[in-house]
């Protein structure tokens, strides 16, 4: 499971969709359409965000274990990371909210005022993953983490209970400031259980995914650029139009 790459579930969905979609005109691509279809923009920027924290967890030091995108349960859910260490089990759910006001509370979590399930659905995840260990007779504690990316404003106004909510960026120094309560022996029996396909729901993953991922994010970053292009064309004419009445 070691070979997964972070939000490799969700660029497949990406890929499915888009695959379903029909392309852009040749117009459409002059104007700088946007290319994504609608259902899968939340999936694009879920995949964008998980990478970001796949990123970040890259840089943890000797002696953690980082797994991907890892299929818990018997449906389709899996688990953003998961992190064994020092400190302990992390489980972590990546939520992408660039510009958006978060207020955090011990039963809630507000995304501009509107309440979301991600406190409930953290801690699904990190008692399946606690359930995986007590059957494997690791005895390591487990916590659910919320690491939120591109947010405007982060507000804890009640910790959550079991969760801790933290911004992507301030993640992994959290993880290596927390108390060691694994000895190494432990923190190696759990990597070997995180690392082996059995203890999951088989998944299958064509090997081109971050291929075609990749070039859907480029062809959302030209679109983006040529919308940019086209606006600053109108700016510059609104000028040109203008100018003449001002020297007047």
């Given at each position: ?5 972070p ?22 691509r ?12 939340p ?34 859910a ?13 489980v ?90 694994l000895?190494?022996?432990?923190v ?21 995914t ?39």
């Open positions: 499971m070691s070979d997964r790459a939000g490799a579930a969700v660029m497949e969905q990406v890929v499915r969709l888009q695959a379903a979609s029909p392309p852009r005109s040749s117009l459409a002059a104007f700088g359409v946007r290319p994504l279809a609608e259902e899968a923009q999936w694009f920027s879920g995949a964008l965000g998980e990478r970001e924290v796949g990123a970040a967890l890259g840089r943890l030091p000797s002696g953690w274990a980082v797994f991907h995108a890892v299929p818990v349960g018997s449906g389709e899996d688990v953003d990371h998961l992190v064994v260490g020092p400190a302990g089990v992390f972590i759910n990546t939520k992408r909210h660039p510009g958006a006001s978060l207020a955090i509370y011990e039963r809630a979590v507000l995304v501009n005022g509107t309440k979301q399930p991600y406190l409930r659905n953290s801690d699904l995840e990190a008692s399946r993953v606690r359930g995986l260990l007590l059957r494997a007779g690791v005895d390591a504690p487990v916590q659910p983490v919320i690491a939120v990316v591109g947010a405007k404003q982060v507000r804890i106004y009640h910790p959550p209970r079991r969760a801790a909510v933290l911004r992507a960026e301030t993640l992994v120094r959290w993880l290596v400031r927390r108390p060691a309560v000895d190494a022996d432990t190696a029996q759990a990597a070997h259980l995180f690392d082996d396909p059995a203890t999951w729901r088989p998944v299958a993953v064509a090997s081109d971050a291929e075609r991922f990749g070039a859907i994010e480029r062809e959302v970053r030209s679109a983006r650029l040529v919308r940019a292009g086209w606006a600053l064309a109108g700016a510059l004419g609104a000028i040109a139009v203008a100018l003449p009445f001002v020297a007047r």
